[in-house]
């Protein structure tokens, strides 16, 4: 097959396209920067020579927007809303417009459009969409019109002949230097690793290897559109997920942090804590139901072999 994957040389990218490839698709990413021999420069704005790429490919996955590991300054978060906006519809246009389209079109979403709870899994069909939610800061509901901006202008894209998917993800583990993963490892081998802010809110994640099988999955079933959550099935809280990620390098002991503590740590790494603190309690319902099975369900198993291929590259 075709595949063509605008926004697909970030962390997530490169584990689909490194996948996809392996598998002997023939994998085109659209970039702003293009990095690779092969890479076709868009501006994830507007149409150009880029969309002849989008013509007669089987399938689109577009990964592209402004990364989320920043300052959620006004100034920022207009830019991850308008980066994603622009080029969900840019790319709803280039469909519209090819004389052959692709047969379905994978968009990338976020499970931060859920709200933040502690009393209940989110699925797709029961799961609370967020932004009203008592005690959580105001800005993290900006969060969350971006997640229904980025999934509504997919659903009202004019392109009736291409099936349309929302990958409603959570935080894509990869042994990859860089990702989510490396940077929570780097925290728990300084000892830094403990609870934050007591630890209760819950982490959900997937293993790289059943993201690219979710996506593979969801290419091949015919009979699912709309939104599909991309999460393991066992969200934990975070004192419980940085225990396990703890025991999987061998670190005994994380010094716990405050509140203030990790506003502290976020503003010195110019990130924000609500990727720490809002409690993400996602499941993927339709998966599940259409039998899809993960390979890394629990994370306890999953930490033990991110971290046994992180040491494989020469690390610890």
């Given at each position: 097959?075709?595949?063509?994957?605008?926004g697909?040389t970030?962390?997530?990218?490169?584990?689909l396209?490194?996948?996809l490839s392996?598998?002997?698709?023939?994998?085109?990413?659209?970039s702003?920067?293009p990095?690779?021999?092969g890479?076709?420069?868009?501006?994830?704005?507007?149409?150009?020579?880029?969309?002849?790429?989008i013509?007669?490919?089987?399938?689109?996955?577009n990964?592209a927007g402004r990364s989320?590991n920043?300052?959620?300054?006004p100034?920022?978060?207009?830019?991850?809303?308008?980066?994603?906006?622009?080029?969900?519809?840019?790319?709803?246009?280039?469909?519209?417009?090819?004389?052959?389209p692709?047969r379905v079109?994978?968009?990338?979403?976020?499970?931060?459009?859920?709200?933040?709870?502690?009393d209940?899994?989110?699925?797709e069909?029961t799961?609370?969409?967020?932004?009203t939610?008592?005690g959580?800061?105001?800005?993290?509901?900006?969060?969350?019109?971006?997640?229904?901006?980025?999934?509504?202008?997919?659903?009202t894209?004019?392109?009736?002949?291409?099936?349309?998917?929302?990958?409603r993800?959570a935080?894509?583990?990869?042994?990859?230097?860089?990702?989510?993963?490396?940077?929570?490892?780097?925290?728990?081998?300084?000892g830094?690793?403990?609870?934050?802010a007591?630890?209760?809110?819950?982490?959900?994640?997937?293993?790289?290897?059943?993201f690219?099988?979710?996506?593979?999955?969801?290419?091949?079933?015919?009979?699912?559109?709309?939104?599909?959550?991309?999460?393991a099935?066992?969200?934990?809280?975070?004192?419980?997920?940085?225990?396990a990620?703890?025991t999987?390098?061998?670190?005994p002991?994380?010094?716990?942090?405050?509140?203030?503590?990790?506003?502290?740590?976020a503003?010195?790494?110019?990130?924000?804590?609500?990727?720490?603190?809002k409690?993400?309690?996602?499941?993927?319902?339709?998966?599940?139901?259409?039998?899809?099975?993960?390979?890394?369900?629990?994370?306890?198993?999953?930490?033990?072999?991110?971290?046994?291929?992180?040491r494989s590259?020469?690390?610890?």
């Open positions: 097959m075709k595949i063509v994957i605008p697909g970030g962390q997530v990218g490169t584990v396209k490194r996948a392996a598998a002997g698709h023939d994998v085109v990413v659209l702003r920067r990095r690779q021999q890479d076709v420069h868009w501006d994830g704005a507007t149409l150009g020579p880029w969309a002849g790429e013509d007669g490919s089987d399938v689109v996955v990964l989320v920043c300052r959620y300054t100034a920022n978060l207009r830019e991850m809303m308008d980066s994603r906006v622009h080029s969900a519809r840019v790319v709803g246009e280039a469909i519209a417009a090819a004389a052959r692709p079109w994978l968009q990338m979403s976020t499970a931060t459009v859920y709200a933040h709870r502690f209940a899994p989110n699925d069909a799961g609370v969409i967020g932004g939610e008592p959580a800061p105001g800005y993290w509901a900006y969060s969350v019109d971006i997640a229904k901006a980025w999934e509504r202008e997919q659903g894209a004019g392109t009736p002949h291409t099936r349309k998917v929302a990958l993800a935080m894509v583990m990869s042994p990859d230097r860089g990702g989510v993963f490396d940077v929570l490892l780097r925290l728990a081998r300084l830094l690793g403990g609870p934050v007591g630890g209760a809110q819950y982490v959900s994640w997937i293993h790289e290897q059943d690219v099988r979710a996506v593979e999955f969801l290419v091949a079933r015919d009979d699912i559109a709309g939104p599909v959550n991309l999460a099935p066992a969200p934990l809280p975070h004192r419980d997920f940085m225990r990620l703890r999987a390098w061998g670190v002991v994380g010094l716990p942090a405050t509140r203030l503590m990790a506003e502290a740590g503003f010195v790494l110019r990130s924000d804590t609500e990727l720490l603190l409690s993400r309690r996602v499941v993927p319902g339709r998966l599940l139901d259409a039998g899809f099975t993960f390979g890394h369900p629990d994370w306890a198993a999953a930490a033990d072999d991110l971290v046994r291929r992180f590259r020469g690390v610890g």
